[in-house]
């Protein structure tokens, strides 16, 4: 598998060490990696460009909700220094740049099909290679097949009776087009209220003649206060601030020490370097707590969950946090029957706590109307626009902000066959199973990156990305050193990181309402916690462990 050999080789073009499929963030990351190591690697992606989910998701307001000095690739010092982020939280469009950027500075693209659908992927025992074929009938030979193809790619649009008769023009938020949608003079009906909504309202907001959102659950926001960062050392120094999880931090000081910075990221929970209040949210008074929830909120961002050690696990310490926001909603959205309409009752961080700027105040514009479709679902879709609680809203546009088939959706799209004939489907068909959500039983040579059953989405995903790449990256250099032809998870390995995992989740908050988490927006998809809740520091230990051990709780065949 060295480069060494395939020089010696005369091999079909199509014959390569390793397929990603995905040239996001991860795809990204592993191409680099495993040519450095001297692996022959295709990319392929069903995209026109890479940058995975900041390609597709391209809505009005769209960026990320990790501050973006976190929120980039830590592997290259020189890369860290170099690049300039602009905003305090990177729009869409800058993340984009940034992706080019590095696929252009690794030269990257040279690897890398893109427009090209992987279709199915099948493994032949006999030869320990997986044959995957393309959307255009292609064969591609590898030794290993890796899946960078994200956690939230495939989009989900629920199934409206009449949807098809909409006359005007249906946008998702997961699939945006490439040129710029104009709504202005326009009423616009927006479905869903989750974080892509959220971003987009109060945009949408300022360009339409109306606004209709309907709303079937309400979700919790915390502000973003985001701003510009002048990296000029001498504009002023709270223009530089880059980064208020903790210490207010400049650029210049975050570049000083940026290693720093990752150090302290690695050790949290989620991945993401911030100061966390170390008490219950019960040992205090109920003043003590709004001073300290108060100061969170100023402080904005996700790590709101970080005011207390106990929200997560603590329905009453919970609660105490979710009554501030509503609070805060009912303080900032005038119409008090609108703020209740705004008002979620269920656990703060059940559903991923959505990060804004001027959601809640939206609503107090006269162009917008909050359509509350809780109670009574939206009943059609007809020519003129939306059908809900017995009237015809009419509309130029439609929007669905409707989230995706998060962990799974994209994986199962795709005809996978491991050993014996075993489809991904039967596998899964009561959840996804796997060991550290990096392998499955009965899939040998088969890798996901941030896969169902790893730490993912409750990280910052850049960490737990290269987290995976590194320990992937290490395991077949591991493999090519030792002449292991095949690596499989076992069963036994398998069925206790699903039981582990499932226990972590087990009386955990976020387990405790429907959401995507638990395959709940999806009709007939199993309820199951996907992501790993242990956390980062804890989950990383145990990768290690399994590595330095040879590859404990995975078969190697010579
Ligand atoms: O999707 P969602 P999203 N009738 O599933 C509603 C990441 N992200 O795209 O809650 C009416 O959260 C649904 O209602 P309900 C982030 O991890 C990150 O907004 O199921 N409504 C919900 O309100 C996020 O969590 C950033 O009752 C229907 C909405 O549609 C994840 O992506 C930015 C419906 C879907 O919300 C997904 O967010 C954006 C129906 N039939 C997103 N079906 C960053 O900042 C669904 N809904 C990095």
């Not at 392929?44 to 990790?66: E, H, I, Q």
Request: aromatic content about 12%.
């Amino acid at each position: 598998m060295s480069s060494t050999q395939h020089t010696n080789n005369k091999r079909d073009p199509s014959d390569y060490d390793v397929l990603i499929v995905g040239a996001g963030f991860s795809g990204l990351y592993l191409l680099h990696r495993l040519r450095g190591s001297g692996f022959r690697v295709r990319v392929v992606d069903r995209a026109s460009d890479v940058g995975g989910t900041w390609y597709w998701n391209r809505y009005p307001g769209a960026r990320c909700d990790v501050e973006s000095m976190q929120y980039a690739y830590s592997f290259c010092p020189e890369l860290e220094q170099e690049w300039v982020w602009t905003e305090k939280y990177a729009t869409q469009p800058e993340i984009l740049r940034y992706a080019h950027h590095v696929a252009e500075r690794f030269d990257l693209r040279r690897d890398i099909e893109l427009n090209t659908t992987i279709t199915s992927a099948v493994f032949d025992e006999s030869k320990h290679r997986w044959l995957a074929e393309t959307s255009d009938g292609r064969a591609i030979s590898v030794g290993f097949c890796i899946m960078a193809t994200g956690c939230l790619s495939t989009t989900n649009t629920p199934k409206f009776e009449g949807q098809e008769s909409f006359a005007g023009p249906v946008y998702h938020t997961g699939e945006w087009p490439h040129k710029a949608v104009d709504f202005t003079g326009q009423k616009v009906g927006v479905i869903g209220t989750g974080s892509s909504a959220i971003q987009a309202i109060p945009l949408i907001a300022e360009q339409a003649e109306h606004l209709y959102v309907f709303q079937r659950t309400p979700h919790y926001t915390v502000p973003a206060w985001n701003r510009m960062l002048e990296s000029d050392p001498a504009s002023s120094e709270s223009g530089r601030k880059a980064y208020g999880y903790d210490a207010d931090l400049t650029i210049e000081e975050i570049k000083a020490d940026y290693a720093g910075l990752r150090k302290r990221a690695r050790k949290m929970f989620n991945a993401l370097a911030f100061i966390p209040n170390r008490n219950s949210a019960l040992e205090v008074d109920a003043f003590e707590r709004q001073v300290e929830y108060e100061e969170f909120w100023q402080r904005g961002g996700v790590v709101f969950l970080g005011a207390y050690t106990d929200l997560a696990k603590s329905l009453e310490a919970n609660e105490t946090a979710a009554e501030f926001v509503r609070q805060k909603i009912r303080q900032i959205v005038k119409d008090p029957v609108v703020a209740e309409t705004l008002v979620p009752t269920y656990t703060i961080g059940c559903k991923r706590l959505a990060v804004d700027t001027n959601y809640y105040e939206t609503y107090n514009r006269s162009n917008v109307t909050l359509v509350d479709v809780g109670q009574s679902p939206i009943q059609r879709i007809t020519q003129q626009g939306i059908y809900a609680l017995d009237q015809e809203f009419n509309l130029d546009s439609l929007i669905m902000a409707t989230g995706f088939d998060a962990m799974t959706g994209t994986l199962l799209k795709i005809d996978i066959r491991g050993r014996d004939g075993l489809t991904l489907k039967e596998k899964w068909a009561e959840g996804p199973k796997g060991y550290l959500g990096l392998g499955i039983s009965g899939f040998p040579n088969f890798f996901m990156i941030t896969g169902p059953g790893s730490p993912s989405v409750l990280t910052n995903m850049m960490q737990s990305i290269e987290q995976h790449v590194d320990w992937v990256v290490a395991c077949l250099e591991y493999l090519r050193t030792h002449n292991i032809a095949a690596i499989e998870a076992t069963q036994s390995a398998e069925d206790d990181w699903v039981a582990h995992n499932d226990a972590m989740a087990d009386d955990h908050m976020r387990n405790s309402c429907s959401s995507w988490y638990v395959g709940g927006n999806i009709e007939g998809k199993p309820r199951v916690f996907m992501p790993y809740v242990g956390g980062f520091p804890l989950y990383v230990e145990k990768c290690d462990e399994v590595a330095a051990q040879d590859y404990l709780g995975f078969t190697l065949t010579p």
